[in-house]
């Protein structure tokens, strides 16, 4: 079973990501409530997958981002999730390292195909 880690303040998409995929047998969710604690748990644990907000206290998900690829050194898949859809945070995102970017709000179903799709890989 998938490891995967979900770093954002927000307790309810959380939830519902959490949720969705388990129902989906994706995996098990641990989450991370700011970027401290994001950076904690992937100091100590390897995770399949990890799924970041953009905006977090502490750090952010670009921050995130780059300490998995550079201070790590791992090519664990991320998805990054914002609010913000300005294209040059898109393009800034995948440019330090992620997979994938999502926009908020988004269908969990969306979630769940995008999941699926880097977890085949």
Known sequence: M???LVCDD???LVSMVRFKLSRENLGEVIKAADGREAKALLQESDFDLVITD???PFHSGL???TFIRNDL???TPIIVLSAEGLEN???QAFEIGANDFITKPFSPAELAVRVKRILKK
């Open 2 to 4: 998938a490891k995967i």
């Open 10 to 12: 927000d307790e309810a």
């Open 89 to 91: 945070t898109v393009l």
């Open 63 to 65: 921050e995130i981002t």
């Open 54 to 56: 953009i905006h977090m």
């Open 73 to 75: 050194g791992k090519n």
